[in-house]
């Protein structure tokens, strides 16, 4: 009777614990959503269950820091390999091109700033790692105001624009939590 009761307690825990595991990611973004206004938390929990490993999946948030910031990362590099294929339209003006150029040496600034972030974080300077994350985060805003400097002219990167703004607001929430 011990025993079992031993076992049934044994199994209860194990299954609170994995499922604690599950509910990691939903409960972070429910967290990063809450506070900011920056993340939504449909885009927060698809980004991240699409993107995590199922053979090793992330227990602690700190894992889902690192996640987050390498799907950053992907995603800007994807923007710069997206650049140079828009750079290549014959149809887009020479502001529109010159933009695009700018938005590339930013983007690529950007994906070294991430780098940078995640070398903090590891480290624990989550203050180095928040502000790196926020400069990292002004990219895309920057990138988007490009354009705008011309009157007439729209931003051909303005979805991905959008998206790697969302994406970099996930890690800064995520990593804005160590801070407190």
């Known amino acids: 009777m011990r ?3 031993s076992l049934v307690l044994l199994l209860l825990f194990l299954c609170q614990c994995s499922s604690n595991d599950s509910n990691l990611i939903p409960q972070s973004c429910k967290e990063a959503s809450n506070s900011s206004p920056n993340v939504s938390y449909d885009i927060c929990v698809s980004t991240l269950e699409a993107n995590i490993s199922k053979k090793n999946p992330p227990t602690k948030l700190k894992d889902l820091v690192g996640i987050s910031i390498q799907i950053t990362k992907t995603n800007g590099t994807n923007i710069i390999a997206n650049i ?3 750079l290549n339209n014959q149809t887009f003006s020479q502001h529109t091109k010159a933009c695009l150029k700018d938005c590339s040496r930013i983007y690529k600034g ?3 700033t991430l780098n940078d972030a995640i ?7 989550f203050g180095t790692a ?3 994350l926020s400069a990292a985060l002004d990219s895309s805003v920057t990138c988007e105001d490009q354009f705008k400097l011309n009157k007439g002219e729209v931003s051909p990167l303005t979805k991905e624009n959008k998206v790697y703004f969302q994406l970099n607001a996930i890690s800064l929430a995520f990593v804005h939590k160590f801070n407190h």
Do not use: E, G, H, P
Not at 119 to 125: L, R, T
């Open 3 to 5: 025993f079992t009761l």
């Open 84 to 86: 140079l294929k828009l």
């Open 110 to 112: 950007s994906i070294s």
């Open 119 to 125: 070398v903090a974080f590891k480290s624990k300077d």
């Open 130 to 132: 928040n502000i790196k």
